[in-house]
Protein backbone atom coordinates (compact mmCIF):
# COMPACT_ATOMS: atom_id res chain seq x y z
CA UNK A 1 0.00 0.00 0.00
CA UNK A 2 0.97 3.39 -0.96
CA UNK A 3 3.04 5.68 1.99
CA UNK A 4 1.60 8.40 3.13
CA UNK A 5 2.84 11.68 0.79
CA UNK A 6 5.19 14.16 2.66
CA UNK A 7 4.06 17.70 0.98
CA UNK A 8 6.55 20.09 3.65
CA UNK A 9 7.36 19.36 6.94
CA UNK A 10 3.75 18.18 9.01
CA UNK A 11 1.87 18.40 5.59
CA UNK A 12 0.81 15.46 4.07
CA UNK A 13 -1.13 13.91 1.34
CA UNK A 14 -3.22 11.21 2.87
CA UNK A 15 -6.11 10.21 -0.04
CA UNK A 16 -6.67 7.37 -1.95
CA UNK A 17 -6.06 6.31 -5.89
CA UNK A 18 -9.19 4.84 -7.01
CA UNK A 19 -7.38 3.00 -10.15
CA UNK A 20 -10.46 1.06 -10.96
CA UNK A 21 -13.18 3.33 -11.04
CA UNK A 22 -15.39 3.60 -14.12
CA UNK A 23 -18.24 5.69 -13.24
CA UNK A 24 -19.16 8.03 -10.88
CA UNK A 25 -22.96 8.68 -9.72
CA UNK A 26 -23.48 5.85 -11.91
CA UNK A 27 -23.85 8.64 -14.32
CA UNK A 28 -20.14 10.29 -15.75
CA UNK A 29 -17.38 8.05 -16.85
CA UNK A 30 -14.25 7.88 -15.56
CA UNK A 31 -12.24 6.61 -18.33
CA UNK A 32 -8.87 7.61 -15.92
CA UNK A 33 -10.18 6.76 -12.95
CA UNK A 34 -9.68 9.30 -9.85
CA UNK A 35 -8.17 9.85 -6.43
CA UNK A 36 -10.23 11.20 -3.11
CA UNK A 37 -7.27 13.52 -1.55
CA UNK A 38 -7.17 14.04 1.76
CA UNK A 39 -4.54 16.59 3.60
CA UNK A 40 -3.07 15.88 7.33
CA UNK A 41 -1.77 18.93 8.57
CA UNK A 42 0.24 19.39 12.07
CA UNK A 43 0.29 22.29 13.76
CA UNK A 44 2.24 23.17 16.84
CA UNK A 45 -0.88 22.85 18.79
CA UNK A 46 -2.97 21.36 16.79
CA UNK A 47 -3.37 19.02 14.11
CA UNK A 48 -6.58 19.22 11.55
CA UNK A 49 -7.54 16.83 8.66
CA UNK A 50 -8.31 18.57 4.99
CA UNK A 51 -11.32 16.21 4.16
CA UNK A 52 -11.58 12.29 4.07
CA UNK A 53 -12.41 9.85 1.60
CA UNK A 54 -15.00 7.62 -0.28
CA UNK A 55 -16.68 5.33 1.88
CA UNK A 56 -15.27 2.09 -0.44
CA UNK A 57 -11.69 3.29 0.72
CA UNK A 58 -12.22 4.53 4.26
CA UNK A 59 -9.16 1.59 5.09
CA UNK A 60 -6.66 3.23 3.30
CA UNK A 61 -6.95 6.99 5.02
CA UNK A 62 -7.03 5.31 8.02
CA UNK A 63 -3.66 3.02 7.37
CA UNK A 64 -2.35 6.02 6.22
CA UNK A 65 -2.75 8.09 9.49
CA UNK A 66 -1.52 5.24 11.45
CA UNK A 67 1.78 4.77 9.28
CA UNK A 68 2.24 8.72 10.58
CA UNK A 69 1.36 7.51 14.15
CA UNK A 70 -1.28 10.19 14.01
CA UNK A 71 -3.06 10.17 18.25
CA UNK A 72 -5.05 13.02 17.79
CA UNK A 73 -6.77 14.83 15.31
CA UNK A 74 -8.27 18.30 16.54
CA UNK A 75 -10.33 19.29 13.31
CA UNK A 76 -11.78 17.34 10.53
CA UNK A 77 -12.10 20.09 7.59
CA UNK A 78 -15.38 19.46 5.58
CA UNK A 79 -15.49 21.37 2.72
CA UNK A 80 -18.01 19.34 1.08
CA UNK A 81 -20.67 17.30 1.69
CA UNK A 82 -20.91 14.91 -0.96
CA UNK A 83 -19.43 11.33 0.22
CA UNK A 84 -16.71 10.58 -2.06
CA UNK A 85 -15.66 13.60 0.38
CA UNK A 86 -16.75 13.10 3.42
CA UNK A 87 -18.05 9.59 3.45
CA UNK A 88 -14.95 8.54 6.04
CA UNK A 89 -16.39 10.96 8.23
CA UNK A 90 -18.02 8.64 11.06
CA UNK A 91 -15.24 6.30 10.69
CA UNK A 92 -12.62 9.17 11.38
CA UNK A 93 -15.00 10.40 14.08
CA UNK A 94 -14.78 7.31 16.05
CA UNK A 95 -11.12 6.88 15.85
CA UNK A 96 -10.62 10.15 17.06
CA UNK A 97 -12.59 10.97 19.55
CA UNK A 98 -11.18 14.81 20.20
CA UNK A 99 -12.01 15.75 16.67
CA UNK A 100 -14.54 18.04 15.73
CA UNK A 101 -15.68 18.95 12.52
CA UNK A 102 -15.85 22.17 10.50
CA UNK A 103 -17.98 23.25 7.94
CA UNK A 104 -20.33 26.02 6.81
CA UNK A 105 -23.65 26.01 8.72
CA UNK A 106 -25.30 24.48 5.29
CA UNK A 107 -22.81 21.56 5.31
CA UNK A 108 -23.68 21.08 9.05
CA UNK A 109 -27.10 20.25 8.28
CA UNK A 110 -26.28 18.04 5.68
CA UNK A 111 -23.68 16.26 7.09
CA UNK A 112 -26.10 15.24 10.03
CA UNK A 113 -29.04 14.77 7.30
CA UNK A 114 -26.67 12.46 5.05
CA UNK A 115 -24.15 10.81 7.86
CA UNK A 116 -25.92 10.71 10.95
CA UNK A 117 -23.02 12.70 11.93
CA UNK A 118 -23.29 13.51 15.62
CA UNK A 119 -24.36 17.73 15.66
CA UNK A 120 -22.52 18.30 18.86
CA UNK A 121 -18.98 17.46 17.49
CA UNK A 122 -19.90 19.80 14.31
CA UNK A 123 -18.43 23.36 14.47
CA UNK A 124 -20.10 25.76 12.02
CA UNK A 125 -17.94 28.77 10.87
CA UNK A 126 -18.63 32.25 8.74
CA UNK A 127 -17.15 32.76 5.55
CA UNK A 128 -13.61 34.57 6.06
CA UNK A 129 -13.35 33.14 9.83
CA UNK A 130 -9.73 31.44 10.86
CA UNK A 131 -8.50 28.60 12.89
CA UNK A 132 -5.33 28.47 14.59
CA UNK A 133 -3.05 25.30 14.93
CA UNK A 134 -0.84 27.27 16.82
CA UNK A 135 2.07 28.11 14.14
CA UNK A 136 -0.32 27.67 11.11
CA UNK A 137 -3.48 29.69 10.70
CA UNK A 138 -6.36 27.88 8.22
CA UNK A 139 -8.81 30.48 6.81
CA UNK A 140 -12.56 29.23 5.61
CA UNK A 141 -13.75 30.50 2.03
CA UNK A 142 -17.27 30.08 1.40
CA UNK A 143 -17.74 28.56 -2.47
CA UNK A 144 -21.96 28.17 -2.74
CA UNK A 145 -23.03 26.43 -6.02
CA UNK A 146 -19.09 25.41 -6.41
CA UNK A 147 -20.77 22.57 -7.30
CA UNK A 148 -22.86 22.39 -4.41
CA UNK A 149 -24.79 24.59 -1.65
CA UNK A 150 -22.76 24.00 1.39
CA UNK A 151 -19.14 23.76 -0.65
CA UNK A 152 -16.11 25.77 1.45
CA UNK A 153 -12.34 26.50 0.18
CA UNK A 154 -9.64 25.89 3.15
CA UNK A 155 -6.97 28.70 2.73
CA UNK A 156 -3.33 27.63 4.73
CA UNK A 157 -2.12 30.71 5.24
CA UNK A 158 1.63 30.68 6.52
CA UNK A 159 2.19 27.78 3.15
CA UNK A 160 -0.10 29.67 0.75
CA UNK A 161 -1.83 26.11 0.02
CA UNK A 162 -5.11 26.25 -1.41
CA UNK A 163 -7.10 22.73 -0.69
CA UNK A 164 -10.83 23.89 -2.60
CA UNK A 165 -12.07 20.28 -2.42
CA UNK A 166 -13.79 19.95 -5.71
CA UNK A 167 -13.15 23.24 -7.81
CA UNK A 168 -10.23 23.10 -9.77
CA UNK A 169 -10.30 19.51 -9.61
CA UNK A 170 -9.59 16.33 -12.57
CA UNK A 171 -10.59 12.74 -12.36
CA UNK A 172 -7.14 11.04 -12.92
CA UNK A 173 -5.98 8.32 -11.18
CA UNK A 174 -1.74 8.37 -11.12
CA UNK A 175 1.08 7.57 -9.04
CA UNK A 176 2.01 11.75 -9.25
CA UNK A 177 1.46 13.88 -6.90
CA UNK A 178 2.04 17.28 -8.44
CA UNK A 179 1.05 18.10 -12.50
CA UNK A 180 4.06 16.53 -14.65
CA UNK A 181 1.98 15.97 -17.82
CA UNK A 182 -0.02 19.41 -18.07
CA UNK A 183 -1.37 18.17 -21.53
CA UNK A 184 -3.44 14.99 -20.30
CA UNK A 185 -4.40 16.87 -16.91
CA UNK A 186 -5.62 19.74 -18.30
CA UNK A 187 -8.16 17.51 -20.29
CA UNK A 188 -8.82 15.62 -17.10
CA UNK A 189 -9.58 18.95 -15.43
CA UNK A 190 -11.34 20.13 -18.87
CA UNK A 191 -13.65 17.07 -18.48
CA UNK A 192 -14.16 17.72 -15.25
CA UNK A 193 -14.72 21.09 -15.26
CA UNK A 194 -17.74 20.75 -18.01
CA UNK A 195 -19.24 17.59 -16.30
CA UNK A 196 -19.49 18.79 -13.23
CA UNK A 197 -18.72 22.83 -12.69
CA UNK A 198 -20.06 23.93 -16.13
CA UNK A 199 -23.50 24.55 -14.83
CA UNK A 200 -22.52 27.04 -11.95
CA UNK A 201 -20.28 29.25 -14.46
CA UNK A 202 -21.65 32.16 -13.97
CA UNK A 203 -21.43 31.75 -10.22
CA UNK A 204 -17.97 30.06 -10.22
CA UNK A 205 -16.79 33.68 -12.04
CA UNK A 206 -17.38 35.55 -8.80
CA UNK A 207 -15.74 32.56 -6.77
CA UNK A 208 -12.61 32.75 -9.41
CA UNK A 209 -12.44 36.47 -8.61
CA UNK A 210 -12.56 35.54 -4.77
CA UNK A 211 -9.51 33.22 -5.34
CA UNK A 212 -7.17 34.97 -7.57
CA UNK A 213 -7.72 37.34 -4.58
CA UNK A 214 -5.11 34.91 -2.42
CA UNK A 215 -1.54 34.88 -2.44
CA UNK A 216 -1.34 30.52 -3.69
CA UNK A 217 1.49 28.74 -4.26
CA UNK A 218 0.45 25.33 -3.87
CA UNK A 219 -3.54 23.88 -5.07
CA UNK A 220 -4.45 20.68 -3.21
CA UNK A 221 -7.50 19.93 -4.39
CA UNK A 222 -9.64 16.59 -4.09
CA UNK A 223 -9.59 14.72 -7.00
CA UNK A 224 -6.36 14.37 -9.10
CA UNK A 225 -2.86 15.81 -8.72
CA UNK A 226 -1.72 19.38 -6.97
CA UNK A 227 -0.72 22.31 -9.01
CA UNK A 228 2.49 23.94 -7.96
CA UNK A 229 2.01 25.85 -10.75
CA UNK A 230 -1.43 27.42 -9.67
CA UNK A 231 -1.61 29.66 -12.59
CA UNK A 232 -1.82 26.63 -14.96
CA UNK A 233 -4.94 25.71 -13.95
CA UNK A 234 -6.25 29.52 -12.92
CA UNK A 235 -5.65 30.66 -16.36
CA UNK A 236 -7.70 27.63 -17.88
CA UNK A 237 -10.46 28.22 -15.69
CA UNK A 238 -10.37 31.78 -16.63
CA UNK A 239 -10.60 30.66 -20.47
CA UNK A 240 -13.73 28.19 -19.56
CA UNK A 241 -15.46 30.39 -17.19
CA UNK A 242 -15.37 34.08 -19.08
CA UNK A 243 -13.61 33.13 -22.41
CA UNK A 244 -15.69 33.84 -25.85
CA UNK A 245 -17.36 31.07 -27.38
CA UNK A 246 -14.89 29.66 -30.25
CA UNK A 247 -15.29 29.12 -34.01
CA UNK A 248 -17.04 25.47 -32.87
CA UNK A 249 -19.76 23.20 -34.09
CA UNK A 250 -21.01 20.64 -31.96
CA UNK A 251 -22.95 18.33 -33.63
CA UNK A 252 -24.49 15.17 -31.65
CA UNK A 253 -26.72 12.70 -33.68
CA UNK A 254 -27.85 9.22 -34.45
CA UNK A 255 -29.10 7.62 -37.68
CA UNK A 256 -31.72 5.04 -38.23
CA UNK A 257 -31.76 4.27 -41.62
CA UNK A 258 -28.74 6.42 -43.30
CA UNK A 259 -30.67 9.75 -44.11
CA UNK A 260 -29.69 11.68 -41.39
CA UNK A 261 -26.36 10.83 -41.32
CA UNK A 262 -26.05 11.97 -45.30
CA UNK A 263 -27.27 15.20 -43.92
CA UNK A 264 -24.45 15.23 -41.22
CA UNK A 265 -22.01 14.72 -43.35
CA UNK A 266 -22.74 17.76 -45.73
CA UNK A 267 -23.46 20.26 -43.01
CA UNK A 268 -19.51 19.27 -41.99
CA UNK A 269 -18.14 19.71 -45.26
CA UNK A 270 -20.13 22.79 -45.98
CA UNK A 271 -18.93 24.41 -42.60
CA UNK A 272 -15.25 22.84 -42.89
CA UNK A 273 -15.15 24.67 -46.88
CA UNK A 274 -16.08 27.80 -44.52
CA UNK A 275 -13.66 27.92 -42.28
CA UNK A 276 -15.93 26.16 -39.04
CA UNK A 277 -14.57 23.80 -37.03
CA UNK A 278 -16.55 20.84 -36.27
CA UNK A 279 -16.63 18.17 -33.49
CA UNK A 280 -18.97 15.76 -34.34
CA UNK A 281 -20.03 12.90 -31.91
CA UNK A 282 -22.52 9.59 -33.27
CA UNK A 283 -24.87 9.13 -29.88
CA UNK A 284 -25.15 5.51 -30.52
CA UNK A 285 -21.31 5.07 -29.67
CA UNK A 286 -20.15 8.41 -27.96
CA UNK A 287 -18.49 8.74 -24.29
CA UNK A 288 -20.98 11.92 -22.44
CA UNK A 289 -17.71 13.15 -21.55
CA UNK A 290 -16.28 14.25 -23.89
CA UNK A 291 -19.46 15.61 -25.68
CA UNK A 292 -19.82 17.76 -22.49
CA UNK A 293 -15.77 18.93 -22.58
CA UNK A 294 -17.05 19.99 -26.58
CA UNK A 295 -19.29 22.29 -25.28
CA UNK A 296 -17.20 24.26 -23.20
CA UNK A 297 -16.22 26.15 -26.00
CA UNK A 298 -18.84 25.80 -28.75
CA UNK A 299 -19.92 29.09 -29.92
CA UNK A 300 -23.12 26.59 -31.85
CA UNK A 301 -24.91 23.18 -31.63
CA UNK A 302 -26.18 21.62 -33.97
CA UNK A 303 -28.83 18.48 -33.31
CA UNK A 304 -29.18 15.33 -36.04
CA UNK A 305 -31.53 13.24 -35.45
CA UNK A 306 -34.03 10.93 -36.90
CA UNK A 307 -37.89 11.12 -36.30
CA UNK A 308 -39.13 8.00 -33.55
CA UNK A 309 -43.15 7.64 -33.06
CA UNK A 310 -43.40 11.31 -34.05
CA UNK A 311 -40.65 12.71 -31.79
CA UNK A 312 -36.66 12.79 -31.52
CA UNK A 313 -34.54 9.76 -30.91
CA UNK A 314 -34.45 8.83 -27.29
CA UNK A 315 -30.23 8.96 -27.52
CA UNK A 316 -30.97 12.51 -29.31
CA UNK A 317 -33.24 13.39 -26.07
CA UNK A 318 -30.98 12.35 -23.77
CA UNK A 319 -28.15 15.00 -25.54
CA UNK A 320 -30.67 17.42 -25.53
CA UNK A 321 -30.98 17.56 -22.11
CA UNK A 322 -27.56 17.00 -20.96
CA UNK A 323 -26.72 20.04 -23.11
CA UNK A 324 -29.74 21.64 -21.18
CA UNK A 325 -28.80 20.87 -17.86
CA UNK A 326 -24.43 21.79 -18.11
CA UNK A 327 -25.79 25.23 -19.20
CA UNK A 328 -22.72 26.06 -21.86
CA UNK A 329 -21.95 29.11 -23.14
CA UNK A 330 -23.31 28.52 -27.14
CA UNK A 331 -25.06 31.25 -28.58
CA UNK A 332 -26.59 29.54 -31.02
CA UNK A 333 -28.39 26.18 -31.91
CA UNK A 334 -30.32 24.45 -34.85
CA UNK A 335 -31.86 21.22 -35.51
CA UNK A 336 -30.93 18.63 -38.54
CA UNK A 337 -32.62 15.58 -39.54
CA UNK A 338 -35.11 13.52 -41.46
CA UNK A 339 -38.69 11.82 -40.81
CA UNK A 340 -40.78 9.45 -42.64
CA UNK A 341 -44.11 10.42 -42.13
CA UNK A 342 -44.56 13.22 -40.09
CA UNK A 343 -44.03 14.49 -35.98
CA UNK A 344 -42.85 17.11 -33.52
CA UNK A 345 -39.25 16.57 -33.33
CA UNK A 346 -38.11 20.32 -33.89
CA UNK A 347 -41.20 21.58 -31.09
CA UNK A 348 -39.87 18.55 -28.98
CA UNK A 349 -36.62 19.20 -28.42
CA UNK A 350 -36.57 23.61 -28.94
CA UNK A 351 -39.04 22.39 -25.46
CA UNK A 352 -35.94 21.11 -24.13
CA UNK A 353 -33.01 23.34 -24.27
CA UNK A 354 -34.76 26.09 -21.99
CA UNK A 355 -31.90 26.97 -20.22
CA UNK A 356 -29.81 27.74 -22.95
CA UNK A 357 -29.86 31.73 -23.82
CA UNK A 358 -29.47 30.83 -27.57
CA UNK A 359 -30.71 31.92 -30.97
CA UNK A 360 -32.48 29.27 -32.45
CA UNK A 361 -31.20 29.20 -36.48
CA UNK A 362 -33.42 27.55 -38.94
CA UNK A 363 -33.88 23.73 -38.77
CA UNK A 364 -33.43 21.40 -41.83
CA UNK A 365 -36.13 18.79 -41.26
CA UNK A 366 -37.30 16.74 -44.14
CA UNK A 367 -38.81 13.70 -45.09
CA UNK A 368 -37.11 10.57 -46.88
CA UNK A 369 -33.97 10.91 -48.35
CA UNK A 370 -32.69 14.02 -48.82
CA UNK A 371 -33.14 16.07 -51.91
CA UNK A 372 -31.66 19.06 -53.69
CA UNK A 373 -33.35 21.53 -52.58
CA UNK A 374 -32.63 20.40 -49.05
CA UNK A 375 -28.70 20.39 -49.74
CA UNK A 376 -29.17 23.99 -50.82
CA UNK A 377 -31.09 24.44 -47.29
CA UNK A 378 -27.92 22.70 -45.76
CA UNK A 379 -25.53 24.84 -47.45
CA UNK A 380 -27.74 27.91 -46.29
CA UNK A 381 -27.44 27.07 -42.43
CA UNK A 382 -23.96 26.79 -42.87
CA UNK A 383 -22.98 30.02 -44.34
CA UNK A 384 -25.58 31.39 -41.87
CA UNK A 385 -23.39 29.92 -38.79
CA UNK A 386 -20.32 30.94 -40.65
CA UNK A 387 -21.46 34.76 -40.35
CA UNK A 388 -22.71 34.08 -37.11
CA UNK A 389 -19.31 32.98 -35.65
CA UNK A 390 -17.81 35.72 -37.55
CA UNK A 391 -19.65 38.56 -35.72
CA UNK A 392 -18.69 36.74 -32.18
CA UNK A 393 -14.92 37.98 -32.68
Not at 365 to 393: M, N
Amino acid sequence: MMKPRKIKEGIYWVGAVDWDRRLFDDLIPLPDGTSYNAYLIQGSEKTALIDTVDPTTSHVLLDRLDQLNVERIDYVIANHAEKDHSGTLPQVLERYPAAQVVCTPKCKGMLVDMLLAPEDRILAVDDGATLSLGDRTLEFIHAPWVHWPETMLTYLREDKILFPCDFFGSHLATTDLYVTDEGRVYEAAKRYYAEIMMPFRKIIQKNLKKVQGYDISLIAPSHGPMYDRPEFILEAYHDWVFGEPKNIVVLPYISMHGSTRVMVNYLVDALVEKGVTVEQFNLAVTDIGKLAMALVDAATIVIGSPTVLTGAHPNVVYAAYLANALRPKTKFVSIIGSYGWGGKMVQQLAGMISNLKVEVLDPVVIQGHPRDEDFAALDKLAATIAEKHKALK
